[in-house]
């Protein structure tokens, strides 16, 4: 059920983030249970390593150059946006950084690309393991 083209320019970066925070979230949480852990505050202290701010923005500074220029014309789109929030435990460029991550994630989802979804995430979770 994605959107087209259209549907999808007039959705502002924030919107795009909003989504892609929760379709990476599950990704990452699928991938630490797939790996058989089962205690929940585990489970909570493993997925941090992986979406928070530091890690986000290091995920997406190590993809830039491998991304298409579409998706390279998005990540800077949704960095240099102004924000109205206040980050919770970062500064304010990696934060911009980590909400450019899920600006594309959640472009990606709701274009219905789930191939390149895919292997974004997978890139994702190499980085942070790496």
Not at 79 to 98: G, L, M, Q
Request: glycine share 4%; proline share 2%.
């Amino acid at each position: 059920d994605h959107m087209n083209n259209e549907e999808l320019r007039q959705l502002n970066t924030t919107a795009l983030a909003y989504m892609g925070d929760a379709v990476y979230e599950q990704y990452i949480r699928e991938h630490i249970l797939s790996k058989g852990s089962a205690d929940v505050n585990k489970l909570h202290r493993i997925s941090t390593m992986y979406v928070s701010a530091p890690a986000q923005a290091k995920i997406i500074k190590s993809l830039f150059d491998d991304l298409s220029e579409e998706e390279q014309k998005l990540v800077k789109r949704a960095r240099n946006r102004r924000y109205h929030t206040k980050a919770k435990n970062a500064d304010p460029v990696t934060y911009k950084w980590a909400t450019a991550l899920e600006a594309l994630i959640g472009y990606l989802y709701l274009s219905g690309d789930m191939q390149r979804l895919t292997e974004i995430c997978e890139r994702a979770v190499e980085i942070v393991e790496g």
